[in-house]
C-alpha cells in the first residue's frame, strides 16, 4: 500500500517562501510521476506542477511558473514543492499526488492513484 505524507504547509506574508515535503512510503518511488495539486476555498481542486519518473522533466501550470520548482529525492522517496514569492491567491490546501499518466494527462487530477492528506498554506496580504 503506497501512502504519501504531505507537510511543511503554514501561514506567511505574501513575498515570503515555503517548502512542502512529500514523504512516500510501500511502492517504487523510483516508478511514480510525483505531482502537487491544491485546492482553494469554494474551489476546484487544480494542478500545479509535476516531475516525471523517467529524466525529472517538470511541468508547472502557468500561474506558478518561474516562482515554484518541484524536485524528487530518490534516495529519501520524497518529493519538494519550493514556493517563492508567495502570493493571496496560493492560499490553499496542497495535496502530493503519485501516479504513471502520459505526458498529455501529466495535470489530469483522475489520473493519479495516490494522494496525500494535503498541507493547508495561507498567504496573508
Known amino acids: 500500500q503506497v501512502q504519501l505524507v504531505d507537510t511543511g504547509g503554514g501561514l506567511v506574508q505574501a513575498g515570503n517562501s515555503l517548502r512542502l515535503s512529500c514523504a512516500v512510503s510501500?511502492?517504487?518511488?523510483?516508478?511514480?510521476?510525483m505531482a502537487w495539486f491544491r485546492q482553494a476555498p469554494g474551489k476546484e481542486r487544480e494542478f500545479v506542477a509535476a516531475i516525471r519518473a523517467s529524466g525529472g522533466t517538470t511541468h508547472y501550470a502557468d500561474s506558478v511558473k518561474g516562482r515554484f520548482s518541484i524536485s524528487r529525492d530518490k534516495a529519501n522517496s520524497a518529493v519538494y514543492l519550493q514556493m517563492n514569492m508567495l502570493k493571496p491567491e496560493d492560499t490553499a490546501v496542497y495535496y502530493c499526488?503519485?501516479?504513471?499518466?502520459?505526458?498529455?494527462?501529466?495535470?489530469?487530477?483522475?489520473?493519479?492513484?495516490?494522494w496525500g492528506q494535503g498541507t493547508q498554506v495561507t498567504v496573508s496580504s
Open positions: 499526488a503519485a501516479g504513471r499518466p502520459i505526458l498529455s494527462a501529466i495535470a489530469t487530477e483522475s489520473i493519479y492513484y495516490y
Open positions: 510501500g511502492g517504487s518511488f523510483s516508478t511514480y510521476t
